[in-house]
């Protein structure tokens, strides 16, 4: 089964930000032990590393956060098809739009996010962590 990790569920692990952490890590741990394969877009390594560096106020820990993740998932390239992809889609958020295209060309199982009503209109299925470990 392939997921795409959408950024809120990786923060939630590399900050350990409660109440979120533990459904958060247990859904990301199943990609660390090869159970799932889980991707991370590639388009949103810069986020990640931006809103880890500003959390810690440390460049070394925002570094070493994205190498955390680079051992427990893979990045999905964002491709310029996914970029018009996102832009002709009715999603209201674009970041979301271009994880949900990069989703889809990946031919993702689903995408494991905190908002899954940012994802409605997603041509890939969005559930909560919670809802993905239920499965």
């Not at 739009?97 to 889809?104: H, M, Q």
Request: net charge negative; proline share 2%; with cysteine.
């Amino acid at each position: 089964m392939k997921v795409m990790f959408d950024t809120n569920v990786v923060l939630d692990v590399l900050l350990e930000r409660e109440p979120f952490f533990k459904a958060s890590y247990e859904v990301l741990k199943l990609s660390a032990l090869e159970q799932v394969e889980g991707y991370v877009s590639a388009s949103a390594a810069t986020d990640i590393y931006y809103l880890l560096r500003r959390e810690l106020r440390d460049r070394q820990a925002a570094k070493n956060g994205l190498e955390k993740l680079m051992q427990l998932v893979r990045f999905a390239d964002a491709l310029e098809a996914d970029v018009c992809a996102a832009v002709a889609s009715n999603m209201t958020d674009f970041e979301d739009a271009l994880v949900a295209s990069i989703a889809e060309r990946c031919h993702m199982d689903y995408i494991v996010t905190r908002n899954t009503a940012d994802y409605r209109k997603s041509p890939v299925k969005a559930l909560t962590p919670q809802e993905y470990l239920a499965l």
